[in-house]
């Protein structure tokens, strides 16, 4: 740890704290009982965020027959949950921005980041978790690539290229160079930032299962949801039981093999939101 307190200090420009997603997670917590104007004050704070959550709001995915002028309205219309999603997503571009010059793809890590916080999501409701901190931790699970692109450049980014690395994973490479790997940076700053634990957690084992002890729900949710989000980005990737993380991330959560199919066909189902959404940020 004291070796990555070292890093975090010596990296130029780290992210900024996300402060709007555990507020609005937290106003979110009982939607049956959620304060509409709680919900409008956090988001209307930030007047970037409002000014593209309306535009998307406003958009031909959503066709509203009238026009969405505020956030209130944006949220009668299409939901809490559909608000937290868009809000969540939109903010998560600013702090899984990378430093320019260091091979980071920007926008590959955030569609990856949106898809598997999107899958999360839909396993933690199906596990009966909290949906909405899920998709926050899932959001979050690679901003430690974010770290390391800013302090290594290239040298680190030439390594997701699994024929440049060689025959170890990308985690097994960080851990085998640097002595840490993403997983565990990124937790380091969530804390930094007191973001809440369950997100810190999910974050720092969501490769390392096998360490997680009783955080594992929440650190199988974010594995899953990684599995399913590789699946949309790389057709020969399978869930099958021959991926040695599904096993164990299923039996943490209770769930089967046909449940994570069944979650894949649902997920499918609402992917033209996801695309839409991507289509959307520019």
Known sequence: MDNISELLKKV????????????LSRALGNIDNADIDDVVDIIAYDSALTAKLLQIANSAYFRSAIPITNVGEAVSQIGYDAVYLLAASIS?????RPPPGTGLDAVLLWKHSVTTAFGAQHIAWAAQLDGNLLFTAGLLHDLGKVI??????TAYTAMFNPATRGPLTLVEWEKK?????????????????KLPKPIVT?????H??????????PAACICLGNALS???ELPAFSLDAANPDIPPALQALNLTADDLAALWDRIHENWEFVQNLFDLRK
């Open 177 to 193: 160079h640097y002595g840490y790997d993403h997983a565990e940076i990124g937790a380091a700053l969530l804390e930094r930032w």
């Open 230 to 232: 590789r699946t949309l």
């Open 12 to 23: 130029e420009i780290l992210p900024t704290s996300p402060a709007l997603l555990p507020k």
């Open 92 to 96: 998560s571009e600013n702090f899984l």
């Open 208 to 217: 390392k299962l096998h360490l997680s002890a009783e955080n594992a729900p």
């Open 202 to 206: 999910a974050v720092r084992f969501h």
């Open 148 to 153: 390391l692109a800013g302090a290594h450049g």
